[in-house]
T-cell receptor, first 108, second 112 residues
Framework: RKEVEQDPGPFNVPEGATVAFNCTYS??????FFWYRQDCRKEPKLLMS???SGNEDGRFTAQLNRASQYISLLIRDSKLSDSATYLC?????????FGKGTRLHILP | DGGITQSPKYLFRKEGQNVTLSCEQNLNHDAMYWYRQDPGQGLRLIYY???????QKGDIAEGYSVSREKKESFPLTVTSAQKNPTAFYLC???????????FGQGTRLTVV
């Protein structure tokens, strides 16, 4: 089983729609969790950290379920500028493991 | 400004030559990382370092070497033993234990 697994997509979603991504991780000792965004041919940038209580940043909501080893990201009212690859990231001690990413295309 | 700097942005080398990629950070982070990304693929961990003079192999360390002589610097050498060195190389650093990683802008290495 891969350490961090994501559906690669692509997700083709009309502008204004809500889209959800999921991610599972294999190591129950994982300590912290993040979603990153990567634009084509650029470095990944932090979108948000993920907490067990769930957290929201504007149109973005992230959720962690430690029992199921599952992380989610919800994007509401999607914009054309949300088109990117979304990377699920898990940190354990100082090792940081990235999922392969989910590609999102927002359609006008 | 605090940040992480990789140089050069683009690098071309002939097959069989070793090449060293630079990564410098002024964020006072203890941990530093090297990842490789191939087109349409995710990031794969090459090496990481938690403290000066210590580093660990990641998932694809074969054909690569690193050093960590200073906290600020974590250069990566792509050796001639690396069979498919052409890729996008990303360096990152991270501070306290549960905090996120920050990335440099990456180096695109092309070996011809």
């Amino acid at each position: 089983r891969k350490e961090v697994e994501q559906d690669p997509g692509p997700f083709n979603v009309p502008e204004g729609a809500t889209v959800a991504f999921n991610c599972t991780y294999s190591n129950s000792a994982s300590q912290s969790f993040f979603w990153y965004r990567q634009d084509c041919r650029k470095e990944p940038k932090l979108l948000m950290s993920v907490y067990s209580s769930g957290n929201e940043d504007g149109r973005f909501t992230a959720q962690l379920n430690r029992a199921s080893q599952y992380i989610s990201l919800l994007i509401r009212d999607s914009k054309l500028s949300d088109s990117a690859t979304y990377l699920c990231v898990v940190k354990m001690d100082d090792k940081i493991i990235f999922g392969k990413g989910t590609r999102l295309h927002i359609l006008p | 400004d605090g940040g992480i700097t990789q140089s050069p942005k683009y690098l071309f080398r002939k097959e069989g030559q070793n090449v060293t990629l630079s990564c410098e950070q002024n964020l006072n982070h203890d941990a530093m990382y090297w990842y490789r990304q191939d087109p349409g693929q995710g990031l794969r961990l090459i090496y990481y370092s938690q403290i000066v003079n210590d580093f660990q192999k990641g998932d694809i360390a074969e054909g690569y070497s690193v050093s960590r002589e200073k906290k600020e610097s974590f250069p990566l050498t792509v050796t001639s033993a690396q069979k498919n060195p052409t890729a996008f190389y990303l360096c990152a650093s991270s501070g306290a234990r549960y905090t996120e990683a920050f990335f440099g802008q990456g180096t695109r290495l092309t070996v011809v």
